[in-house]
Every structure is written in structure tokens, then in C-alpha cells.
DNA sequence: GTATTTGCTTGACGATGTCTAGATGCGGCA
DNA sequence: TGCCGCATCTAGACATCGTCAAGCAAATAC
């Protein structure tokens, strides 16, 4: 009886800091997430979660790496419903925005360095180069260079860009009301904006 | 005389409290930017910068005002140097990613809504508008509403987006070696994306 | 010449991340 | 069965942080 509420719990605690990180981080922004708060939530003493991880930055490189997983699992399926290249790309920059419209503050974590140093979590890293890799794989075609083992990565890292940005700046509230109120005006506002980059690059 | 004195020593307080902000910034990333810090390096007791700013948001506020200011400065002083629309365009999102790179952590400050919350600054917030129309007057002859009073954003916000995306990927190092190790080398990379992108905006 | 304001200091409080030192209970081994 | 070691967790302490409250000296106002 204890014995199996113990195991069970070894795991259950693991967990239930997880869950209280996330829960603690998409209540209050990542300020809000304080090691003794996510203990005080997950019902054990402050100095608990430091059985399961190093320190605050470990808890952020889990987190960040979900993030990673679900950011891929958005693209992936997302390309997987369009057709042709063009498509592909369009439904990417969307999946994108609306991972970050969906999971804002997941999102800031993924892509703060001085958050996650990504070099000391290679489980993490691997997940975020994953995700990288998406755009390359379906952009790859365009490169303009003919060496295979050095293609251009020019037109990758500008469609990129164009979705991490705009993801940036609506979540970051600096595009005022231009693209709405709402998350569903934000994204459809989104949308558009990426239908018309990709337009340009037929 | 007393009060010349008294005057210009007030506005050494302060001026150190903002510079000792900045270089602290600087040095350390945001995180090192502490009030008691920024006290103790401008020489004067803990508590008295808080005669000066009402709390750690309102230094933030004034320093991410400030860097409104220089980014604007970039735009317009590039922008002036080019003859046509295309290169108008090209030039402001060349400057846009030269500010982010030679000022990471201001760049950084600028665009976290959480950080500083400019509806409460209205000079700050001011800066920030100002400079946010830089790209709706340089692009603005583009929009392909007829309807003057609104306008069709669409084209700014790509364009915008695409050179905020690029500053913020390559400040967080998520663009990894593609685009080189060093500012120089990266920023020149960076110029040849913007290219990429306008050239299919002509 | 006294009262008030300004500019700053000192001290305190609660909160945080993390180090150190126990406590408690389990499995393996004698 | 009895002991050891380990895993799991708690409790206490420390330095640091942002900020509130109180005080003090000098400048200014009346």
C-alpha cells in the first residue's frame, strides 16, 4: 500500500511539478513561475523539485522542449493536409502563428536564450532542431543553389522569419488593434498576412 | 547658484541611475538589471532611485523609450540614403536588424510586453508609435486599398514582420551557424535575406 | 526664523533560488 | 531478523531582490 503509493508517487510528483509549471506559467507569465510557488502547488516542500531537477532552468528545459514537440506536431500536421508546395508552405506559417496564439507563454520560453540555454539541454535541442528542420525539409526544393550538401537557405530562413515575427509581434501586443481583439481575428488577420507573402513566392 | 547646483546634481542622480541602468544591461542581460544594482553602481543609497522612477517598470519604460528613439533614427537616416520605394523598403529592414544587433538587450526590452507595459508610459508608448509608422509611410503608397483612411496594412506587417523575425531569431541564436558566427558576418547574411524579400516585392 | 519641501539614507518585510543538513522509509544482503 | 545504503523528501539558513515606512539634513518658502 505504501509501497505502491510511493512508486506511484515518485512519478506522480515528477509530474505534478510539471503540470503546476505550466499551469503556474499560462496563469501568471513566465515571472509567475518561482520554484517555491510550483512546490507550494504540487504539494511538496520547496526543496522537493530539486530531486528531479537540477534547478529552475531544467524545469524551463522540459517545458521548452513539450513546446518543441507540440510546435512540430502543429507544422507536420498542418503540411500534411495540403498538396503542393506552395500549400505546404502557406499551412506551415499558419501552424506556426497559431502554435504561438495557442501557447503564448510556451512560446516566449522556446525562444529566449537566456531563459533555456538550449547547448546544456540536448534533449531539448534535439526536439527545437527537429522543429528547425520542417521548413527546410519543405522549402528544400527552391534552394537556388545546386550543391545539395550546401544549399541556400535564404528563402528558409525568410519565410521563417516572416512567421516568427508576426507570431512575435501579435503576442507581444505590438500590433495594436490592426489585426483585432480576439485570437480568432488575430489569426485569421495572421493568415492573411502569410497568404500574401507566400503569394510572392509561387 | 545653490539651485543651478542643486538642479544639475538632480540630474546627475538621475542620469547615472539610467546610465549605471543601461550598462548594467548591457553587461549582464536584462536579468542583471536590478534596482539595488543600479543603486549601488550609481553611488547612492538603495531607495533612491525611487525618487526618480516609481518602480524597476518605470526605468525599463524610459530606457525602452530611448531605444524607440535610436531605432527610429536608424530607419529614417537609412531610408534618406535611398532613392526609390524598393530600396526605401530594403534599406529601413537592413537598419532595423544593424539596431537590434548592436543593441541586443534594449531590442530585447522594447518588444516584451511583460517587461514594460507601454499603455502606462505614454511617452515611451509615443516613440514606439512613432516609429512604427516609419514602415506604413515608406510601404504606404503600396496598399492596395483605394480607401485612404484605412488603408490596407497587409504588405507593412509582412515586411515588418520578416525584419523583426530575423532580428529576434538571430539575437536568440536560433538561426544557429547558417548565418555565421560573428555581428559582421551575420548582419551581412541578414542584409542578403532582406534582399531576398524585396526583390520579390518590386 | 520657523515651517515645509526636496533629496536621500537607513531599516524592515516578505519573497525568491539554492546550499546544507537532517529525517523517513524502502530494497538488498548478512 | 537486523543492518546498511540509497532514494525521497523536509526543514532551516543565507544572500539577494523589490519596495514600503520612517527619518534626517539641507534648501526653499513665507
Request: aromatic letters at 8%; hydrophobic letters at 40%; one cysteine or more.
Amino acid at each position: 500500500m505504501t509501497t505502491l503509493t510511493r512508486a506511484s508517487g515518485k512519478d506522480d510528483v515528477r509530474a505534478g511539478i510539471l503540470r503546476a509549471s505550466l499551469e503556474l506559467m499560462n496563469e501568471g507569465g513566465l515571472g509567475a513561475l518561482s520554484m517555491r510557488e510550483v512546490a507550494r502547488r504540487a504539494g511538496v516542500s520547496h526543496q522537493a523539485p530539486y530531486h528531479y531537477f537540477q534547478d529552475r532552468e531544467a524545469i524551463l528545459a522540459e517545458l521548452a522542449g513539450e513546446g518543441f514537440e507540440q510546435l512540430y506536431d502543429y507544422m507536420v500536421s498542418a503540411i500534411g493536409l495540403a498538396r503542393d508546395r506552395a500549400s505546404k508552405n502557406r499551412a506551415m506559417g499558419e501552424a506556426y502563428v497559431r502554435f504561438a496564439l495557442n501557447n503564448p507563454e510556451v512560446f516566449r520560453l522556446m525562444f529566449r536564450c537566456e531563459m533555456v540555454d538550449l547547448s546544456r539541454y540536448p534533449d531539448a535541442k534535439a526536439k527545437a532542431d527537429r522543429c528547425f528542420n520542417v521548413p527546410v525539409e519543405v522549402l528544400g526544393a527552391s534552394g537556388t543553389s545546386a550543391d545539395k550538401s550546401n544549399p541556400d537557405l535564404t528563402p528558409v530562413i525568410a519565410t521563417w522569419s516572416m512567421a516568427h515575427g508576426l507570431a512575435t509581434l501579435l503576442l507581444e501586443g505590438k500590433l495594436g488593434q490592426s489585426l483585432g481583439e480576439t485570437n480568432d481575428q488575430r489569426e485569421i488577420a495572421a493568415n492573411r498576412v502569410i497568404a500574401f507573402f507566400s503569394e510572392h513566392f509561387k
